[in-house]
């Protein structure tokens, strides 16, 4: 289950970089994040783990993550390393000195025959969540 999701936000994107790429700022922006606690604490960088617990249909998580690969200022990726099967990234593209666009990348292996007949209604949830989740990420940034 794969998906991407894109907003221009209407600040900078120096400052919305600081705000995607400090795991810390995850739970003001991204819904049912209730923990995120990075290793080392800040901006990402390559080897930063995650340890998340996020509340998503009706369901409580709790994911260990890593990030694989760092372009500073513009995009990281990752990947769990515990809990669900997940990696995905996000990238910061400057469309003007006070406007970017951002993106959400995110790919999810379903486990067990029941988490694969749900696959329709999980993706059209997860989508919707994502959506929603930027339009607080581009009112928190000030847009």
């Given at each position: 289950?794969?998906?991407?999701?894109?907003?221009?936000?209407?600040?900078?994107?120096?400052?919305?970089?600081?705000?995607?790429?400090?795991?810390?700022?995850?739970?003001?922006?991204?819904?049912?994040?209730?923990?995120?606690?990075?290793?080392?604490?800040?901006?990402?960088?390559?080897?930063?783990?995650?340890?998340?617990?996020?509340?998503?249909?009706?369901?409580?998580?709790?994911?260990g993550?890593?990030?694989?690969?760092?372009?500073?200022?513009?995009?990281?990726?990752?990947?769990?390393?515990?809990?669900?099967?997940?990696?995905?990234?996000?990238?910061v593209?400057?469309?003007?000195?006070?406007?970017?666009?951002?993106?959400?990348?995110?790919?999810?292996?379903?486990?067990?025959?029941?988490?694969?007949?749900?696959?329709?209604?999980l993706?059209?949830?997860?989508?919707?969540?994502?959506?929603?989740?930027?339009?607080?990420?581009?009112?928190?940034?000030?847009?």
């Amino acid at each position: 289950m794969e998906l991407q999701e894109s907003r221009e936000i209407a600040c900078p994107a120096a400052r919305v970089w600081a705000v995607v790429a400090d795991y810390g700022q995850d739970p003001r922006w991204r819904k049912g994040v209730e923990t995120m606690a990075p290793s080392p604490e800040g901006i990402v960088r390559v080897g930063t783990t995650t340890a998340e617990v996020m509340r998503f249909a009706g369901r409580t998580y709790r994911n260990g993550g890593e990030v694989v690969r760092v372009e500073a200022g513009r995009s990281f990726a990752w990947r769990t390393t515990s809990g669900i099967d997940a990696e995905g990234g996000r990238l910061v593209e400057p469309l003007s000195a006070d406007r970017c666009r951002f993106t959400f990348r995110v790919r999810v292996t379903p486990r067990g025959t029941s988490e694969r007949l749900l696959e329709p209604v999980l993706r059209r949830l997860l989508r919707r969540s994502i959506r929603a989740d930027l339009r607080r990420l581009a009112a928190l940034c000030g847009s």
